[in-house]
């Protein structure tokens, strides 16, 4: 069936890079998104692949697929105290269909 | 251009009672999806909507049910309400489905 997981929390430096790590069970995935999510709001997109990419790099946020470990992983460069948020991964499955499955979400800590 | 708009913002209902979400799309997009979100179960799919037709269905009881009007603005209405309906409700379009799908602000529903 269709899974997709994530850790719970990261916690990182202002100024450090962040990585956070999404696998999913079903290969069939046609595009994959980060989401972002602040407290109180809804889900703001921040990037998206295609699964024939290997790569996407939009300003600070780099998204990294690896098809055959179906792991997808989001980078931030230079992570600010506004990064702190909670992030999630979502999959759909192609077709003419919206359905997305998300993942936990994983809570980014940004220390000053 | 607007955004996803959901109303209202909060609700509180009580146990047995119905409610009705609205949601209008981002001008031009036909296909609305809903999506609840909880602690325990996280973000998951409800049912979708595009061109007045439910395109695809979630794992819900029969209690959640949605439409959708000519103008592409969608209602979801849970009926018998339990304290587990207690949730973010998000909506999200496209423009036709299997594309970016671009959030709400959510419902927030508490029901006591």
């Known amino acids: 069936g269709e899974d997709v997981e994530q850790s719970l929390f990261l916690s990182v430096r202002e100024g450090d890079s962040s990585v956070i790590n999404c696998t999913y069970t079903d290969s069939s995935s046609t595009y994959l998104y980060w989401y972002k999510q602040e407290p109180g709001a809804g889900l703001q997109l921040l990037t998206y692949i295609f699964s024939n990419m290997d790569m996407k790099q939009d300003q600070r946020l780099t998204v990294l697929l690896n098809k055959k470990d179906k792991h997808l992983s989001l980078r931030i460069a230079d992570t600010q105290t506004g990064d702190s948020a909670i992030y999630f991964c979502?999959?759909?499955?192609?077709?003419?269909?919206?359905?997305?499955?998300f993942g936990t979400g994983t809570l980014l800590a940004v220390q000053p | 251009k607007a955004g996803v708009t959901q109303t209202p913002r909060y609700l509180i209902k009580t146990r047995g009672q119905q409610v009705t979400l609205s949601c209008s799309p981002i001008s031009g997009h036909r296909s609305v999806s809903w999506y609840q979100q909880t602690p325990g179960q996280g973000l998951q799919f409800l049912f979708e909507?595009?061109?007045?037709?439910?395109?695809n269905k979630g794992n819900f009881p029969g209690r959640f049910s949605g439409r959708q009007f000519s103008n592409s603005r969608s209602e979801m209405n849970v009926s018998t309400l339990e304290l587990g309906d207690s949730a973010l409700y998000l909506c999200?379009?496209?423009?036709?489905?299997?594309?970016?799908?671009?959030f709400g602000p959510g419902t927030r529903l508490l029901v006591l």
């Open positions: 909507y595009f061109s007045e037709t439910q395109r």
């Open positions: 979502a999959v759909s499955y192609g077709g003419a269909t919206n359905k997305l499955i």
């Open positions: 999200a379009s496209s423009l036709t489905g299997g594309e970016t799908q671009y």
